[in-house]
């Protein structure tokens, strides 16, 4: 935990513009020898489950610090998780649905949304250009992917 406190003080500096990332990469990387030495001591505790989580985080151990190396990439995935709350949110309240076709309906229109609106664009607008296009070609069913000049 202290060394995620270390890491996690150096990266709100980083985003208020008070740390430069030259300087969180070299202030980080003593951080990761100390977190490196803790996950390989896990690897040789007596407690299995303890002992598997330290085996699988050292397997995948350079990604913990794409944040580190790469600009705009977060530490945390908080922006996935709000990318994702308002469908959870949809089926706490709807109880889910009740065949395949409706659960692969749900999916692609939750993505769609999701993507129009991290992108700014007018949902209702795309949609509407969806279904138009849909009665104009008389297809029963439409990809829902946003194509040039529709989705803005």
Not at 16 to 39: E, F, N, S, W, Y
Not at 49 to 63: D, F, G, H, P
Request: aromatic fraction near 6%.
């Amino acid at each position: 935990m202290e060394q995620a406190t270390q890491l996690f003080a150096l990266w709100q500096r980083v985003r208020d513009h008070t740390l430069t990332r030259a300087k969180l990469q070299a202030q980080a990387k003593p951080i990761k020898g100390q977190v490196k030495q803790l996950l390989e001591a896990g690897t040789r505790s007596t407690h299995a489950k303890t002992r598997r989580t330290c085996q699988n985080i050292l397997k995948v151990a350079e990604s913990l610090w794409t944040f580190v190396r790469v600009a705009g990439v977060e530490p945390t995935n908080n922006a996935a998780e709000r990318a994702l709350r308002r469908a959870v949110l949809w089926r706490r309240k709807s109880f889910g649905t009740q065949s395949v076709t409706g659960s692969r309906f749900v999916e692609c229109i939750l993505t769609v949304v999701t993507s129009l609106r991290q992108q700014k664009c007018d949902v209702l607008k795309y949609l509407t250009a969806v279904c138009g296009s849909l009665r104009e070609t008389g297809y029963r069913s439409i990809t829902l992917l946003p194509s040039d000049g529709i989705h803005k």
